[in-house]
């Protein structure tokens, strides 16, 4: 079932060209096209993931440009990490679909909204089955134009138009690094597909400091398509678009996108410890800078926004201390349960129509299904026992531990016992208490919005089943074999350290529940509202006002200083010399009377001093 793969993206990019032409006319009839086509890869994804379980991979290429001995092909590749990914991505877009027919229902611009989605995941599916370097980049940068006009989607909004500039712009600043490093990865191999490029690596073709160089610049671009630190701003304001949209962008898309990139790529990591230390680092620094953050934000879809940047920031810190099947691993349970918790978030949102957490309260007995998958993703977020997260959380651990980078362990333990603190804290403030948004008529979403949210609760406990120390690592097997610059893993770890990794996240939960359910630990006990510390946490640590100050500023400077040079100088300059014979030719054109003594007086005039040159000169001119 391999060589059907490549129909996959077709699907999502046929409901894009269908609705951008007839989506006036279907009106809410688009949204049974977008499932229904979404829905087919899904079902097609799955039978390559399972012909890729029962078989090889599977490799499709033909030539498509031909400049002189460079040989460029264009194709599709199936191998265990991208059927993996087709599934996840394919799953969580059906599900995305399917919960927007209930949450967009009153929205004009349905047609447009189902189209947008449709090309956001052709994109995104195209870049995951692409078998070089060129093509991935592609639907790479295909990938940033889907994003960009669906956090835009509400442009009538300045925030939504603001985040939108915001999310392309700082996207682009990573897509320049990945760029440069394709570029030179070609320019030393004298191609883009994946194998050749390894085999250079592995071969000794590429110094070892181009091959440090070109991780760290592929590693860029995964930074801002991941919202790594510190291009990791845009993130948090892309939730101005849709609620699905945020589900879809950071679950198991676009900011999947970066890591899925460093997972393909892992044979030129591997092979520079710098480059790996780097990717650890930067990782690390992430997630518990990230999780800082989310431990005093109000706005419910921010506070999930930062647990994303931070979730990815754990990925990126397996990847970077040898971890390729816990970095993956987390990759899949992640997309599950963040995509429950956003879909819930918009359901509470859907209820009581308001964002603020501070505004919410006494929510689960009114909703009934969304209070109980919301917990659920929390449960599972938190790495609480028997969870998908438990299991994925802690081989991660495992991995940093075991790889000796002990202060990134330690790190990430921090980053787990906030991660549980802000989760219950975000829980026990939606739904526990007495309700306090009064004069609302506070009901369940409907069945469109609700049947997705348990779909991925089943898959959030479930998931992490496939890679377990007590039920088989079915995922750390099947992902290296075959592979021969992977070797099968599983980073069980010592068994205190799933001991500990328990008991942190025990710990956050109870500190939660005792200040927010119980009230028995004032809130500003470690210090409240107006604080010091509760301010730096709550701007965010000032980056985005550090960026506004300097990068910003500094660019709006250069650019008025250019535009007067171009104003004054340069067309001052090419003005000048258009006036000048502008004027000359006024001049000229005195002379043209049209009178025939005129001429005739000129052109005797013209006789008489070639004479005159001819008699002084002897007869010789020059």
């Known amino acids: ?104 229902q009153r929205e004009d611009r349905l047609p447009v909204f189902y189209a947008y989605l449709g090309l956001f995941t052709f994109a995104m599916l195209g870049l995951v089955i692409s078998p070089n370097l060129l093509q991935l980049y592609i639907f790479w940068e295909l990938v940033g134009l889907g994003s960009f006009l669906l956090i835009g989607f509400y442009f009538y909004k300045e925030e939504a138009k603001a985040a939108a500039k915001k999310a392309f712009i700082m996207t682009r600043i990573g897509d320049v690094g990945l760029f440069i490093g394709m570029i030179l990865l070609f320019w030393k191999t004298g191609s883009f597909d994946f194998q050749v490029i390894f085999q250079e690596v592995e071969g000794g073709g590429i110094t070892q400091s181009m091959i440090t160089l070109t991780a760290i610049l592929i590693f860029i671009g ?34 999947a996108a970066g890591v899925y990139l460093v997972a393909a790529m892992y044979p030129l990591f591997l092979a520079s410890t710098s480059a790996m230390l780097i990717v650890a680092s930067i990782g690390g620094l992430t997630a518990i800078f990230a999780a800082s953050i989310g431990l005093v934000q109000r706005d419910i879809k921010r506070i999930l926004a930062y647990s994303t940047v931070s979730q990815l920031g754990y990925m990126m810190l397996a990847l970077g201390t040898g971890g390729y099947t816990a970095g993956v691993f987390h990759l899949m349970t992640h997309a599950f349960f963040k995509a429950l918790l956003f879909l819930a978030a918009g359901s509470v949102i859907h209820a009581v129509h308001t964002q603020d957490v501070e505004e919410m309260g006494g929510l689960w007995k009114k909703l009934r299904i969304t209070g109980p998958v919301f917990l659920i993703g929390t449960l599972a977020i938190s790495g609480v026992p028997l969870f998908s997260g438990f299991f994925s959380k802690d081989e991660i651990l495992s991995s940093a531990w075991e790889n000796g980078n002990y202060v990134l362990f330690g790190l990430a333990v921090i980053a787990a016992f906030f ?12 739904f526990s208490g007495r309700l306090k948004k009064q004069g609302v008529l506070v009901h369940e979403s409907p069945r469109s919005m609700t049947f997705p949210m348990i779909i991925l609760a089943v898959l959030a406990v479930i998931s992490g089943y496939i890679n377990t120390p007590w039920f088989g690592t079915f995922l750390g097997s099947w992902l290296t074999e075959g592979n021969p610059y992977l070797e099968p893993e599983h980073r069980s770890g010592p068994v205190w350290i799933m001991g500990a990794a328990t008991l942190v996240s025990l710990a956050g939960i109870a500190l939660a529940y005792l200040i927010y359910r119980r009230n028995s630990i004032s809130r500003e006990w470690l210090g409240g509202e107006g604080s010091f510390l509760h301010t730096v946490l709550y701007n965010k640590y000032y980056v985005d006002e550090f960026y506004q100050g300097t990068i910003v500023w500094l660019t709006g400077f250069v650019s008025i200083f250019l535009s007067y040079i171009d104003r004054f100088i340069v067309e001052g300059l090419v003005n000048g010399i258009a006036a000048s014979i502008h004027k000359l030719g006024r001049l000229l054109s005195r002379f043209q009377t049209g009178q025939t003594q005129h001429y005739g007086a000129i052109a005797f005039l013209g006789l008489a001093v070639l004479v005159i040159i001819f008699a002084l000169t002897g007869g010789m001119f020059g």
């Not at 009839?29 to 390559?48: D, H, M, N, P």
């Not at 991941?226 to 879809?248: I, K, R």
Request: charged share 15%; aromatic share 14%.
């Open 1 to 104: 079932m391999m060589e059907i793969a490549w129909i996959i993206p077709l699907f999502p990019l046929l409901s894009f060209l269908l609705l951008l032409a007839a989506g006036r006319v279907l009106k809410e009839k688009s949204a049974y096209i977008g499932i229904l086509l979404t829905l087919c890869s899904f079902l097609f994804s799955v039978l390559v993931l399972w012909g890729r379980i029962r078989g090889d991979t599977y490799k499709a290429e033909a030539d498509w440009l031909n400049i002189g001995e460079a040989h460029i092909k264009a194709g599709f590749e199936v191998n265990q990490l991208n059927a993996l990914m087709l599934v996840i991505v394919s799953l969580v877009s059906f599900l995305v679909h399917l919960y927007s027919k209930g949450y967009m």
């Open 222 to 255: 995964a930074m801002g398509k991941s919202g790594q630190f510190p291009l990791h701003t845009w993130l948090p304001d892309a939730m101005e678009g849709p609620t699905p949209v945020s589900a879809l962008i950071h679950a198991a898309t676009m900011v």
């Open 419 to 430: 991660t549980a603190f802000y989760m219950f804290r975000l829980f026990f403030l939606v």
